[in-house]
Nanobody, 123 residues
Framework: VQLQASGGGTVQAGDSLRLSCAAS????????????MDWFRQAPGKEREFVAA????????SYADSVKGRFSISRENAKNTVHLQMNSLKPEDTAVYYC?????????????WGQGTLVTVSS
């Protein structure tokens, strides 16, 4: 499954961006409703960190403390897309953002990853 992340860009502190993660394909394997979806980010010189999650069971969401109250993850079934709405952006949000579609098979966890989209927030 190929995931296409988009929506990154360069903005000023306090601005908003909406990232999208889409999968294309006609079989159920490509339907993001069957996956738990995560967003991660990796800032220059730092390790990749968790940002937000959308769990397919119960459509529950969770967030890293650093983005709680500012970011919102959602799934748009009609477009087979998961979004990350980012408000009140801060310079420390600057990073490459990755989406991941996670599933459990054969006794272990697996994930498909998107290619990443760069978000730059200037002060």
């Amino acid at each position: 499954v190929q995931l296409q992340a988009s929506g990154g860009g360069t903005v000023q502190a306090g601005d908003s961006l909406r990232l999208s993660c889409a999968a294309s394909g006609r079989t159920p394997k490509y339907d993001l409703k069957f996956y738990d979806m995560d967003w991660f980010r990796q800032a220059p010189g730092k390790e990749r960190e968790f940002v937000a999650a959308f769990r397919r069971r119960g459509a529950t969401t969770s967030y890293a403390d650093s983005v709680k109250g500012r970011f919102s993850i959602s799934r748009e079934n009609a477009k087979n897309t998961v979004h990350l709405q980012m408000n009140s952006l801060k310079p420390e949000d600057t990073a490459v953002y990755y989406c991941a579609a996670k599933f459990y098979a054969g006794g272990s966890d697996h994930a498909y990853w998107g290619q990443g989209t760069l978000v730059t927030v200037s002060s």
